[in-house]
């Protein structure tokens, strides 16, 4: 198991995100995705959303990281879209409210890599 640093943004909680937050701007997401270089922006719909796939040795591994990861978001009131297959889960992080990323999402993807980094099974 790798243990990651912890950066600026996997120390930080989520803010309270209502219908009218500002999405993150340009520049914010272009600085802001250094920290979590590993995650693919995707639009779909129009809708701007950061995902990135992590693998595992088997089912139960990738399961018990879903957990996890369901969890985390529980405790934070922000919810990605989890498909977890056999050894591996992707993970999709976007603010539902504003139809798009607030800084909230990027926020949620490095606590991901953070608990990434110490899940059993990873490859």
């Known amino acids: 198991m790798r243990e990651l640093p912890p950066s600026a943004l996997s120390q ?4 309270a995100c209502r219908a ?8 914010e997401l272009a600085e802001l995705l250094h920290e979590i270089p590993d995650w ?6 129009g809708v701007m959303q950061l995902e990135k ?3 595992f040795k088997n089912f139960k591994q990738a399961l018990a990281f879903t957990n996890s990861v369901g969890a ?5 009131g922000h ?3 989890l498909l977890t297959e056999w050894g591996k ?6 603010s539902h409210s504003i139809q798009g990323l607030h800084r909230n999402d990027l926020i949620m993807a490095a606590r991901t890599d953070q608990l990434a980094a110490s899940a059993e099974g990873r490859k």
């Open 40 to 45: 693919a922006i995707e639009v779909r719909a």
């Open 79 to 81: 919810h990605p879209a």
């Open 89 to 94: 889960v992707t993970v999709t992080w976007w």
């Open 72 to 76: 985390l978001a529980e405790a934070e």
């Open 53 to 55: 796939l992590f693998s």
């Open 12 to 15: 930080a909680h989520c803010e």
């Open 20 to 27: 009218d937050a500002p999405k993150v701007s340009e520049s």
